[in-house]
T-cell receptor
Framework: AQRVTQPEKLLSVFKGAPVELKCNYS??????LFWYVQYSRQRLQLLLR??SRESIKGFTADLNKGETSFHLKKPFAQEEDSAMYYC?????????????FGSGTKLNVKP | NAGVMQNPRHLVRRRGQEARLRCSPM?????VYWYRQLPEEGLKFMVY????????ESGMPKERFSAEFPKEGPSILRIQQVVRGDSAAYFC??????????????FGPGTRLTVL
């Protein structure tokens, strides 16, 4: 069955420290992986997707098919990064309309 | 472009009443998705609609829940005879095309349903 797991509900780091938000998935086909972010009092918005292979706001995520992981990383966290982060999976080329979301990780960057 | 609009933002219903949640997609988008988020859980897919068609309703509970996306007007998620377990945040998302190159869903602010 398709599943996205984010093991940490809350992650607290100090400003300037590296941050890694973990995401593991299970899917039988070729999924597309995404990270969505929700800042305080704002709506959910796309942060990055694995097929783009780009860095957004200093964040990167690499799809590791062997470990079925898509961890989100940033070398130096900023206070404005504090938000809820959701890892999501869609069913690839033939089932891309249905997204599966993890339960989210709240990132708190302390000054 | 105002983005995806949902109303109401908060809805309180007593057990047994009906709840109607509305979603207006972004301008130019003809694909709408509904998700439910229970407390302490992630968003769970409910249904995917195009104009006048339900494409995938595999995440919809078998009873009391229905969705539509008419030719004119917003998409409606209807919950009949609500129970306390229906209390959740309901999110709507829209996309212009589910094609591989632009597979991004834009989310509305959500409707928080509370059943007393």
């Amino acid at each position: 069955a398709q599943r996205v797991t984010q093991p940490e509900k809350l992650l607290s780091v100090f400003k300037g420290a590296p941050v890694e938000l973990k995401c593991n998935y299970s899917y039988s086909g070729s999924p597309e992986l995404f990270w969505y972010v929700q800042y305080s009092r704002q709506r959910l918005q796309l942060l990055l997707r694995h097929i783009s292979r780009e860095s957004i706001k200093g964040f990167t995520a690499d799809l590791n098919k062997g470990e079925t992981s898509f961890h989100l990383k940033k070398p130096f966290a900023q206070e404005e990064d504090s938000a809820m982060y959701y890892c999501a999976l869609s069913g690839g080329r033939y089932n891309f309309n249905k997204f599966y979301f993890g339960s989210g990780t709240k990132l708190n960057v302390k000054p | 472009n105002a983005g995806v609009m949902q109303n109401p933002r908060h809805l309180v219903r007593r057990r047994g009443q009906e709840a109607r949640l509305r979603c207006s997609p972004m301008k130019g988008h003809s694909h709408v998705y509904w998700y439910r988020q229970l407390p302490e859980e992630g968003l769970k897919f409910m249904v995917y609609l195009q104009k006048e068609n339900i494409i995938d309703e595999s995440g919809m509970p078998k009873e009391r829940f229905s969705a539509e996306f008419p030719k004119e007007g917003p998409s409606i998620l209807r919950i009949q005879q609500v129970v306390r377990g229906d209390s959740a945040a309901y999110f709507c998302a829209s996309s212009s095309s589910p094609g591989l190159a632009s597979n991004e869903q834009f989310f509305g602010p959500g409707t928080r349903l509370t059943v007393l």
